[in-house]
């Protein structure tokens, strides 16, 4: 949304790269999988010891916590749209997320996933009914922009963002672990594969259609995203021109993300560190059957809606940043690390990479280091990059 605030479609570009590597490290989770059975923490703890696992741990939890911190941001501005106070809203959406996952089965949680996804087709009408330039929108999707724009710091900033914070590290572990407790076998990897090209296919679809519809609406007006209520204003094409629905469907929508990332984040993190160590994991367990699992799944719900109403507003800048700088270290390591894996025929088997998958997946690792190591020097020195 702040991509097409800031610069219209001069950011559409991104989208092509974007899904090609969100497909090819999400396949290779993917494979892993289903070859293997094992998540990736199981992997990594087995190939590479303890020591580098802890160390992985450390920081994908730091990483998902200030991920989760900004979700339950998000549920608050949402709700705060409908005047309901964060001391409201936070500890009552904490304890929903907290029993679908507790006290649901993975089928009737994955469902209720499913189910929430299709509001986001809410965006692509949006971004039909704002009628921008589709002619100058599809352009800008296949070529890069003016010359010009790459002087621009806050742009670098903006176009470095876009891509760094599309392959994020919780999401490998997520996928492989979700995978690996369904029991999903390698005879089915073709379906999985499937799965994992539509899945990455809409992900970026929608956001094609966010950034057409904030780039024909507030770039436009020349409005900028400082808040929720800002943000809202994109949707107005839908209720012709009626601000005060447009910010009610964007609370929906708004609520409806930030709730599903408020489940899946620490749902990664407690996969990740339960089979780190060889713990008893899965969703359909109970306390009494993977109590370390569930508890810390429970705690980082708790303590991520305890820092939004306990940590003042103006002192959150420092959190949200983290995920910049901790993430960009992280995720190099495990791209790296996945690829090893991923070459191993004593893991794999006649699954190995092939030259062409290789080829693309130490593309998509090097631009994605590049992009990351940037992604840490804007955070660390913003004035480098425009920023204050």
């Given amino acids: 949304s702040q991509a097409g605030a800031q610069y219209g479609y001069s950011l559409l570009w991104t989208m092509i790269p974007i899904t090609i590597s969100l497909i090819v490290v999400q396949e290779m989770c993917a494979r892993m999988g ?115 724009v790459w002087r621009d710091k806050l742009y670098m900033y903006t176009a470095i963002g876009v891509v760094g914070t599309t392959i994020a590290p919780w999401m490998q572990f997520y996928q492989q672990s979700a995978i690996a407790d369904k029991g999903i076998k390698v005879e089915y990897l073709r379906y999985e594969r499937i799965d994992t090209y539509v899945g990455a296919f809409l992900t970026d679809f929608v956001a094609f259609f966010i950034i057409v519809c904030t780039g024909a609406t507030l770039f436009v007006h020349h409005i900028q995203i400082n808040e929720a209520k800002d943000a809202a204003l994109a949707l107005a094409p839908l209720v012709n021109g009626n601000g005060q629905i447009a910010e009610i469907l964007f609370g929906i929508g708004l609520l409806n993300a930030s709730l599903m990332a408020a489940s899946v984040l620490p749902l990664s993190t407690a996969y990740s560190v339960a089979e780190a160590f060889g713990w008893e994991r899965g969703v359909s367990r109970s306390f009494k059957e993977a109590p370390q699992f569930l508890f810390l799944y429970t705690f980082i719900i708790v303590i991520g809606a305890s820092t939004i109403l306990f940590v003042p507003a103006d002192r959150l800048v420092f959190v949200l940043n983290l995920p910049n700088v901790v993430g960009g270290m992280l995720l190099p390591l495990v791209l790296v690390l996945m690829l090893i894996l991923c070459n191993d025929r004593r893991l794999m088997g006649r699954y190995v990479n092939g030259r062409i998958r290789n080829g693309v997946a130490w593309v998509t690792t090097v631009v994605m280091t590049i992009l990351t190591l940037l992604i840490i020097l804007s955070t660390l020195f913003p004035r480098l990059f425009g920023g204050s």
């Fill in 34 to 148: 289903a070859v293997t059975g094992k998540g990736l923490s199981d992997l990594i703890r087995e190939e590479f010891g303890l020591r580098l696992t802890f160390l992985v741990m450390v920081a994908l939890v730091v990483v998902n916590y200030t991920n989760v911190v900004a979700e339950f941001i998000g549920i608050a501005g949402s709700l705060q749209l409908f005047h309901v106070t964060k001391f409201i809203s936070v500890p009552l959406c904490a304890a929903l997320v907290w029993y679908m996952v507790v006290r649901g089965s993975y089928k009737s949680t994955e469902k209720i996933f499913l189910v929430a996804s299709v509001v986001y087709i809410a965006y692509i009408f949006a971004g039909v009914l704002s009628q921008p330039s589709w002619h100058t929108a599809l352009l800008a999707t296949v070529q890069l922009p003016e010359k010009s």
